[in-house]
């Protein structure tokens, strides 16, 4: 339960943009960059003002770790889907031996 209450709680939009630059160390024309390039997806408000969740904030750090690295936009665009598809999988794999556990018992 905890776990899941800290994982909502992470997924939770409460940034102004220039608030979440500012924790990560950017700067604002950046974060409107890597939204364009679907790098991130702050959620809207009714007026359409973004708002930053600390997954997206995460999310904002590792695309700066990776241009550190020297990746452009578009390769960094490829490292996270991978990341996320793996991610994905690592979820499913882990569900699946519970759900046929459960279905043994």
Not at 27 to 37: D, I
Not at 44 to 58: I, Q
Not at 79 to 98: F, G, H, I, M, S
Request: hydrophobic share 35%; net charge positive.
């Amino acid at each position: 339960m905890t776990q899941k209450r800290s994982a909502s709680r992470r997924s939770r939009a409460v940034y102004a943009i220039s608030v979440a630059a500012e924790l990560t160390g950017t700067a604002v024309q950046n974060l409107r960059v890597y939204e364009r390039h679907g790098l991130v997806e702050p959620s809207r408000t009714h007026g359409g003002t973004r708002r930053y969740s600390e997954d997206d904030l995460e999310r904002i750090r590792r695309v700066l770790e990776l241009l550190a690295r020297g990746l452009n936009l578009a390769g960094i665009a490829l490292v996270l889907k991978l990341e996320d598809d793996n991610a994905r999988l690592r979820r499913l794999t882990e569900e699946r031996p519970a759900a046929r556990q459960g279905a043994s018992t």
